[in-house]
């Protein structure tokens, strides 16, 4: 059974840097990965996808600011998260996706991020 640690979340200034982790705890075969965040009274929100073949997707809230990567040996993605806001303050959550299925599979416990001075 496959379980989902996340990690790196924390408390940091704005304009400050975070990088979060997400490692599959057993190997199996990933074929998507994301991130999603949930704010306070906010909906969960997907921000970035990537695939075993590095494709990425970005939503408007994230593009050009946040980088979503992957190292498939290690069934481990991150999101590296720039110039931070603090309306980025949320939990943040990890996906992944087995190979062959359309829905996510796993999903991590979520990880707090808290942006402020």
């Known amino acids: 059974q496959v379980q989902l640690v996340e990690s790196g979340g924390g408390s940091v200034q704005p304009g400050g840097s975070l990088r979060l982790s997400c490692a599959a705890s057993?190997?199996?075969?990933?074929?998507?990965m994301g991130w999603y965040r949930q704010a306070p009274g906010k909906q969960r929100e997907l921000g970035a996808t990537?695939?075993?073949?590095?494709?990425?997707n970005y939503a408007d809230f994230v593009k050009g600011r946040f980088t979503i990567s992957r190292d498939n040996a290690k069934n481990t993605v991150y999101l590296h998260m720039n110039s931070l806001k603090p309306a980025a303050t949320a939990v943040y959550y990890c996906?992944?996706?087995?190979?062959?299925?359309?829905?996510?599979?796993?999903w991590g416990p979520g990880l707090q991020v808290t942006v402020s001075s």
């Open positions: 996906p992944a996706a087995v190979t062959g299925y359309t829905a996510w599979t796993y």
């Open positions: 057993s190997i199996v075969n990933l074929y998507s």
């Open positions: 990537v695939t075993s073949g590095e494709s990425t």
